[in-house]
């Protein structure tokens, strides 16, 4: 079966790297990449590693991209402006965790990318406290 992809980008790899393994134990099957950090350890991004990070998952099914910060966004950006393949990947704006998690459920069963992405979305105003 072939899945929407997941990418996951933070200024930090062990953030990502967590991110990774919480969601490899729910969902093992849905193609899953990671980039965070510098080469040297130092907090930030790399376009040329959210590139590699892309190209390493990417599907014509689609790809979803879940990031930290602005400047994760923007480099996020121009690597999908340097892919040769480059339909169907989407920035979604979501709360990292959760919505890495509900995404790659929603993506483990099949979902198309549009549905993928709402459920990421639904995150933004998901309540973890009740009243």
């Given at each position: 079966m072939?899945?929407?992809?997941i990418?996951v980008?933070?200024h930090?790899?062990?953030i990502?790297?967590g991110v990774?393994d919480?969601?490899?134990?729910?969902q093992p099957?849905?193609?899953?990449?990671?980039a965070g950090g510098?080469?040297?350890?130092?907090?930030g991004?790399?376009v040329?590693a959210?590139?590699?990070?892309?190209?390493?998952v990417?599907?014509p099914?689609?790809?979803?991209?879940?990031?930290?910060l602005?400047?994760?966004r923007?480099?996020a950006?121009?690597?999908i402006?340097?892919?040769e393949e480059?339909?169907?990947?989407r920035l979604v704006?979501a709360?990292?965790v959760?919505?890495?998690?509900?995404?790659?459920?929603?993506?483990?069963?099949g979902?198309d990318l549009e549905d993928?992405?709402?459920?990421?979305?639904?995150?933004?105003?998901?309540?973890?406290?009740?009243d």
């Amino acid at each position: 079966m072939s899945y929407v992809s997941i990418v996951v980008l933070s200024h930090s790899f062990d953030i990502v790297a967590g991110v990774r393994d919480l969601l490899k134990q729910v969902q093992p099957d849905v193609p899953l990449a990671i980039a965070g950090g510098l080469k040297n350890g130092e907090l930030g991004t790399d376009v040329f590693a959210i590139k590699s990070a892309i190209e390493s998952v990417y599907s014509p099914l689609g790809v979803v991209i879940l990031f930290d910060l602005g400047s994760a966004r923007l480099n996020a950006e121009m690597a999908i402006e340097m892919l040769e393949e480059n339909q169907n990947i989407r920035l979604v704006d979501a709360p990292l965790v959760e919505g890495s998690y509900a995404a790659i459920i929603e993506a483990g069963c099949g979902a198309d990318l549009e549905d993928v992405i709402a459920a990421a979305m639904t995150m933004k105003s998901w309540n973890k406290l009740s009243d």
